[in-house]
């Protein structure tokens, strides 16, 4: 049975407790916020056993104590953290940047333990309020270790990161910076230059404003999320986040170039590749591959989702979740649907074609 600890108990930090709570393998979760209202709510909940609005000795007898914070303040609450916690407390944070961290480790000669986390997983949404005791279901999570990391202690950050039903991923924390750079931090660079994009090219009318509803919206959905959080990001992991958009300006670039100069060719050869590759995603080794989903074509009238649901579940199958896809460019109506299991998926799959819906 472990011990638990949380620092900064907002959606991630709140997602975590609420997980963990329904653990047989956890025994208490104490939990610290500079909002008592947050920690109030937590506690009535029965999501958190007990709290405090300072790091003090609350935290002395903990197994593991997760940081739920902005990048710039993980190093901070280490400080105040290794004043309490035991000497076999595992410290671990879900920041996206983590060069920052290690440095400060390095320069100290710090004896704590120390191992990274980064769950690829969030919300356009923030807060508590929003947490949810699922979040992490099905996400990959990484684990980043350094030459100083044991063994032991990995097994026991893993063990804790299964608990969340999520799929722990180690990696080396030197790759761990460019990694996320590439396929998380720049492509909310991008969501959010499209967005301002269509604010700036939009007219009186606002026609793109009303139009930007169906792919559009889908890929700059992250937009939305937390300005001053992707701030800081961004701060943090300049120098990686600078590379990748070096490559991405050549990319754009040659593309730009190829169709002033209309070679058709270098202009379908860029889309096909992209194409072969994002479709290679799917068929990543299966020891991975965790999200059995699939989509339902419908036809926009009533009663057609619980019909949907009602096949379903006459044939045993737990809908874990469903999504209802609006306003798509070049196909019909959509539901997502995603299932439990392989088999699940197959007897779904099956089950709504003889039933006459068209599935993919």
Known sequence: MRNIGIVGLGLMGGSIAKTLRKSKKVNKIIAFDCEEKTLKKAF???????????????FEDLDIVFICTPVSFIGDYIKKLSKYIKKDCIITDIGSTKSTIVKMFEDNKSDLLFVGGHPMVG??????????????????????????????TLDKLNEIVLELKAIPIIIDIDKHDFITAAISHVPHVI????????????????????????GFKDITRIASAS?????NICI???????????????????????????????????????KEYRDSFKNISSIYNVA????????????????VATILS???????NIEVINNREHVEGTLKILVENQEAKNISIEVLMQNGYRTF
């Open 191 to 214: 969501a959010s230059a499209l967005v301002n994009m269509v604010e700036v090219l939009d007219d009186k009318e606002e026609y793109m404003r009303t139009l930007a509803a169906g």
């Open 236 to 274: 943090e992991n300049k120098q990686e986040i600078l590379k990748v958009l070096n490559k991405l300006s050549e990319i754009i670039y040659d593309f730009s170039d190829s169709l002033t100069k209309n070679e058709n060719a270098e202009i379908i050869n860029f889309f096909l590749k992209a």
């Open 123 to 152: 919300s356009e949404k923030i807060g508590y309020e929003n947490s949810k005791d699922f979040l992490f279901e099905n996400a990959y999570y990484i684990i980043t270790k350094s030459i100083n990391t044991d063994q032991c």
């Open 292 to 307: 059995y989903d699939f989509m339902v074509e419908i036809e926009d009238k009533p009663g057609i989702i619980a019909d």
């Open 44 to 58: 009535d909940d029965k999501v958190i056993d007990d709290y405090s609005t300072n790091i003090n000795e609350k």
């Open 314 to 320: 006459n044939n045993h199958i737990n809908i874990k």
């Open 227 to 231: 300005p001053i959080m992707w701030q």
